[in-house]
């Protein structure tokens, strides 16, 4: 089913041209349906027509489900010149971040990629450890604190956590508090790109009504705390090791020129954006699993206690907690942060033996390329043991990717592999989390694939 090869002339002629599967007639009056339950509506599609499905929208638009491993090789990798993020995604998100590394392609993000690179390696994260240790840690000492038995929201809870870390490690500020002007500044313009995204049909920023307004308010918020400190660190360089003090001193290797303020504060707001929300639900949904699966709790719980010993998650120690990260590793394969990546073809293409013209816009459908049958055995099974180094040899590559591939993968992908293993370290060493029973359990599928109803929980101290 591999499709590698550059389309040739013959395979592209007119008379020739083959177009994947598709239902019959456009699917207008199905649009609700792909918007309210993408997840059960593109399973049936996939169930229906194979890997890769084309769906008439509308007369003029047209959309494509990628399901399988060598689609998102062809697509993010082998010929990614080919392919770039389309402008129905990347409009909605510039209007918080700007022209930053999530929303810009071509020469400008290649500079933008190669300035930020440095701060991500990983002998740099290996200094940004103890915050999120500390960061940890003040939560674990909260719930200390609190009455035995008494149910918390682990959703909410991580997405606190995350937030605190991804801003402490960013430029050595808190903003998860919930009346910080910043972090309520950004909880309100995320919402209001979320729903654009949802709403083609909304009206433009620049129209007044009520909502507009409340967004270009957060916005003027978070862009200027955002420039008051970039200039706080460029005015008092010392003694800061955050990664935007790594960022103000980046320079490129041509030209020695760094980043302007605005273009920092797009890198600043776009890391934090990615750097909190995804991992935060990546986390919340491993506490469900681990929480449905006690046997495989107990097996971390057992590697926290041989290998930490009673001490803190060092980083000497991060390589030891396997099982640990085996666990994280499933968690993402089985509940993915996002349902995929979009793509639009840039130029007329041939994919699986299919002729995919130019404009048309994809998603690489990670969601069930995680649970593919053909690369799964029981898919839906929640197995750690399948990430062990044996197993992920016998797999393609593309057969998981939770942080892209090729070029454009995620530049924080080491950091939040570091952070995850340290967050579930440090609560399975000092706390038993338990489900509450009979909660409803579902997916939000909107932007990121959140807990609807939040996970609520029951933490009790270990001893």
Avoid at 53 to 60: A, N, Q, Y
Avoid at 164 to 169: M, R
Avoid at 370 to 397: G, I
Wanted: glycine residues 4%.
């Amino acid at each position: 089913m591999s499709d590698t090869q550059a389309p040739s002339t013959q395979a592209t002629k007119k008379c020739d041209r083959q177009f994947p599967p598709q239902p019959q007639g456009y699917l207008l009056f199905k649009l609700s349906e792909l918007q309210d339950q993408p997840i059960e509506y593109l399973a049936h599609m996939w169930r229906e027509y194979g890997d890769l499905v084309r769906l008439p929208i509308i007369p003029g638009f047209t959309f494509y489900l990628a399901a399988h491993p060598d689609h998102a090789e062809h697509m993010l990798s082998t010929h990614q010149e080919r392919y770039a993020k389309p402008d129905v995604f990347i409009k909605p998100m510039s209007l918080i971040q700007g022209q930053g590394l999530f929303t810009s392609e071509g020469k400008f993000w290649l500079k933008q990629r190669r300035l930020m690179q440095p701060a991500f390696h990983q002998k740099q994260l290996v200094n940004l450890h103890d915050v999120i240790l500390s960061c940890v840690q003040s939560l674990l000492y909260e719930w200390e604190d609190k009455p035995e038995g008494e149910v918390i929201d682990i959703a909410a809870e991580m997405t606190r956590l995350t937030l605190k870390i991804v801003s402490s490690a960013l430029f050595s500020v808190d903003i998860s508090g919930e009346t910080d002007r910043l972090g309520q500044a950004f909880r309100t313009a995320l919402a209001y790109v979320y729903y654009r995204m949802n709403t083609p049909l909304a009206l433009p920023v620049w129209i007044p009504t009520p909502q507009n307004l409340k967004f270009r308010q957060a916005k003027q918020t978070i862009d200027s705390v955002v420039l008051e400190i970039i200039r706080s660190h460029r005015q008092d360089p010392t003694n800061k090791y955050d990664l935007l003090s790594m960022l103000l001193a980046a320079q490129d290797e041509d030209t020695g020129e760094g980043m302007s303020d605005r273009q920092l504060q797009n890198e600043v707001i776009t890391l934090i954006n990615a750097g909190h929300e995804t991992t935060a639900t990546a986390l919340a949904w491993t506490w469900y699993l681990l929480g449905t699966h006690p046997d495989v709790m107990a097996k971390m719980q057992d590697e926290v206690k041989t290998v930490l010993n009673g001490s803190s998650p060092t980083v000497e120690k991060l390589p030891q907690l396997q099982y640990s990260r085996q666990v994280f590793e499933e968690s993402l394969r089985l509940c993915p942060p996002g349902l995929g990546q979009p793509r639009v073809a840039l130029e007329d293409d041939e994919l699986q033996g299919y002729f995919i013209p130019k404009g048309s816009i994809f998603n690489i459908a990670h969601y069930f390329i995680f649970r593919h049958p053909e690369f799964w055995e029981n898919p839906d099974q929640f197995d750690p043991d399948r990430f062990l180094p044996e197993k992920v040899n016998q797999r393609p590559k593309f057969a998981y990717f939770p942080f892209g591939g090729g070029q454009h993968i995620c530049i924080g992908k080491s950091f939040a592999l570091m952070e995850s293993t340290i967050i579930l370290a440090a609560i399975a060493q000092r706390f038993h989390i338990e489900l509450v029973p009979h909660q409803p359990i579902e997916i939000d599928p909107r932007f990121t694939l959140r807990p609807k109803y939040g996970i609520k929980v029951t933490v009790r101290k270990r001893y």
